[in-house]
């Protein structure tokens, strides 16, 4: 399974010299953002993507551009044979990287709400957060799954969310549970 990296010191660089450091493509992206916090995070994620792409291959001696495919999902410039995926929520972000596709998802650990959750979650979903002794772990656990397989997939399952996580799917999830958020990287199985 690829490495979930996180980091949760979205507020400890300087915004300018960050700024400064990355690729003018994803300069021009975080500062599409009108507000500081959103700036922060896509920064924060891209340098995260650099620290996991010089960890997993040896690659730190180029600012990444990206591209994308017909769905909109992103890619790195020249290294068709290198896979990524990035999340972020209040508290942090997320970046995996692999030789496989990977889709990952972050997700601040928070109250829920009943009538979104019967929205989004099959019955059988609803029971399991129902039952939990944490139920908003329980939502946010499988939130972060249906969001992860739709990062890895582009596949929102017609529309049907509620139903994305069928038995019998051919991927794995590997879920990381903090006091404050939820981190779930999702990966077609060998």
């Keep these: 399974m690829p ?17 400064a ?67 972020h929520c209040r508290e942090a972000v997320a970046c995996a990287v692999d030789s496989r596709a990977v889709g990952i998802d972050i997700e601040t650990l928070d109250h829920y709400s009943y009538e979104v959750a019967a929205r989004v979650m099959s019955e059988k979903e609803m029971r399991q957060i129902l039952t939990s002794p944490y139920p908003a772990e329980a939502f946010t656990r499988l939130w972060t799954m249906k969001e992860s397989l739709y990062k890895l997939t582009g596949d929102d399952g017609g529309g049907d969310i509620a139903h994305m996580l069928t038995d019998g799917l051919p991927v794995t999830f590997e879920t ?6 939820v981190c779930t990287v999702c990966r077609f199985r060998l």
């Design 21 to 87: 450091e990355v690729s003018p493509q994803r300069r021009a992206h975080a500062l599409r953002y009108r507000n500081e916090r959103d700036q922060r995070q896509c920064l924060a994620a891209y340098r995260l993507l650099l620290h996991a792409l010089s960890q997993e291959f040896g690659i730190s001696d180029e600012l990444p551009q990206f591209e994308y495919d017909p769905s909109g999902k992103p890619r790195l410039q020249g290294h068709p044979d290198i896979h990524f995926s990035l999340s």
């Design 3 to 19: 490495k979930a990296y996180i980091d949760e010191h979205i507020s400890d660089f300087d915004l300018q010299q960050a700024l």
């Design 176 to 181: 990381t549970v903090h006091p404050s958020y």
